[in-house]
């Protein structure tokens, strides 16, 4: 199995035979080897930088009817929320004075955020804050739209592709939404010149190795700048109440390979990850993860973003601890690092 490892972070590739075998293993030692591989690779590349991303969370309405979602739109329970103008931009104008230097707008799919609304909303973030990457992470949209919100100055757009397998992609969403669509808009993003973001979630129901290994290798064909993986953790308002979650084995496990298969991405210790496991975002960062997300969203609305249970929005997890943040990841010897953090090879 340590061979495979070796394989890996030699060679940046191996057999589907071999990922699953990995993907699978209980073999301690790999699973050591792989880990510290993984970190030698992002060391290589981004030493011990960690980038800090500050997450403005601006709509809870979706009109769509995500399976494994909390603010999926037939979710009558949940409590909705949109942010106005004036309360984006004082996130941004708190996220900076904070140090942030990436803004990340993310929301459902709300349709009252029309290009007539949000772009003059991103010139405004643009213009105010020249130094800072703003990213956007508001799901499908036309190209029209994804063009017009770039020309207004977003710099990146993370979209997860969720699932590459067919069927499995199915399974998560309702039948008004295709796998084709979504690969779709992630290959308008990239022609547009946006930085972009995919992944899934791991341990998603209904999610075999197979599929993980169709996710690596949708990724390869899409050469995204981020890749953003986290576990499925299940809400209890949707059709996967009672599914199991996904774990943090093996979402650090994926972690470890995604490194050694894109030594230059970006890679997030993802929020659902330090939501299942105390120490999740530390173990992330250990094992090759150099981005971290805080919460930057007005207070009030953190709870209502309710995409899984006991998703964490305060402590260090919130915008405002960055000292606290800070020292966590001092503690285990890497470093904030106060640049706006593109991917590296990426002229902006
Ligand atoms: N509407 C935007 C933002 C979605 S929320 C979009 O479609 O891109 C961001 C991510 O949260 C999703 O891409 C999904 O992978 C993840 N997510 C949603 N529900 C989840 C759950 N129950 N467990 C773990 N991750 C979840």
């Known amino acids: ?34 880990q510290s591989l993984a970190d030698k690779t992002r060391q290589k590349f981004y030493g011990k930088k960690v980038y800090l991303r500050g997450l403005i969370e601006i709509s809870s309405y979706c009109r769509n009817n995500c399976l494994y979602c909390g603010i999926r739109c037939s979710n009558k329970d949940a409590d909705r929320y949109r942010l106005s103008r004036e309360e984006i931009l004082s996130c941004c104008e708190n996220g900076y004075r904070l140090g942030f230097r990436t803004f990340v707008m993310q929301g459902g799919e709300d349709p009252y955020f029309t290009d007539d609304i949000i772009c003059p909303i991103i010139a405004e973030i643009r213009d105010k804050y020249p130094d800072c990457a703003i990213t956007l992470s508001l799901g499908e949209r036309s190209y029209e739209s994804y063009r017009r919100m770039k020309e207004a100055g977003a710099d990146r757009y993370l979209l997860r592709h969720e699932a590459a397998d067919e069927e499995l992609y199915s399974k998560l969403h309702p039948e008004s939404m295709r796998l084709e669509t979504r690969k779709k808009c992630l290959f308008s993003l990239r022609e547009l010149g ?51 979650g996904g774990t943090t084995e093996l979402t650090l496990r994926l972690l ?36 971290v997300m805080p919460n930057l969203s007005p207070v ?44 590296t090879g990426f002229t902006v």
């Not at 199995?1 to 990995?22: F, P, R, W």
């Not at 470890?256 to 299942?276: D, K, N, S, W, Y």
Request: glycine residues 10%.
């Open 1 to 34: 199995m340590k061979k495979i490892v070796e394989k890996l972070y030699s060679q940046g590739d191996v057999t589907d035979n071999e990922l699953e075998a990995l993907i699978n293993t209980s073999d301690e030692a790999a699973i050591k080897l792989l």
């Open 256 to 291: 470890g390979i995604i490194r050694l298969m894109f030594p230059e991405v970006l890679l997030p210790a993802t929020t659902a990850l330090g939501t299942i496991s105390p120490d999740g975002r530390e173990r992330g960062l250990m094992t090759g993860c150099n981005v």
């Open 300 to 343: 009030g609305v953190r709870k209502k973003y309710d995409l899984y249970d006991n998703k964490i929005s305060s402590g260090d997890e919130a915008a405002e601890c960055r000292d606290s943040l800070r020292k966590r990841i001092e503690a285990i010897g890497y470093e904030v690092s106060q640049e706006r953090g593109d991917a």
């Open 194 to 244: 946006y930085q972009v973001g995919s992944g899934f979630m791991v341990g998603a129901p209904f999610q075999t190795t197979k599929h993980l290994i169709a996710d690596l290798r949708f990724l390869q064909e899409l050469q995204p700048q981020m890749i953003g993986i986290g576990p499925f953790v299940p809400h209890h308002c949707t059709p996967f109440a009672g599914e199991k």
